[in-house]
């Protein structure tokens, strides 16, 4: 998994880590820091990844992401864990997602995918291939100048008939 996520860009150091959102894990400086005697579940590294993965590269690894890249980040874990032949259950696990990680679970098997049209949107993705991905971080062009998914929802709300 560390050899993969390095393989396409991502960081991966080792140090301490405080407590945080994530156990024994943090985004620190466009890498991923693992305190090995805190961390306790493998596939929150590919999801915590795949917060990286779906940033834009100027801001790749600094906080503010938005509802719809949680959301790219969860599709993007389960597209990453397949492709390294990881059941689907170590990224959405029991304890994962706010106790949200067996529902995950049973929808992505089940091919109801949430965040798959976020991806796309980054040009991860091509419409109707996910799990498949183009490419494992976002292009550098990748809607850089579009107005961000709540401000586009919005945009059209007041551009009815």
Known sequence: MIAFLESIGIGV???????????????????????????????????????????????????????????????????AALHLGIHAAVVFHADGYKGGGGALLENFLAGRY????????????DRGAYPSL??????????SSAVPMSGRTAQIANTGP
């Open 13 to 79: 150091r080792y140090g301490a880590v405080a407590d945080g959102f994530v156990p024994g894990l943090r985004i620190e400086g466009g890498a991923i820091m693992i305190d090995t005697e805190r961390w306790l579940y493998a596939g929150d590294l590919l999801h915590e990844a795949g917060h990286l993965a779906v940033q834009e590269p100027a801001r790749r690894g600094t906080p503010g992401g938005d509802g719809g890249e949680e959301m790219a980040a969860i599709a993007w874990s389960f597209a």
């Open 114 to 125: 949430v965040g798959v049209p976020m991806l796309e949107w980054l040009g991860l993705c």
């Open 134 to 143: 183009r490419c494992w971080t976002r292009p550098p062009s990748a809607n």
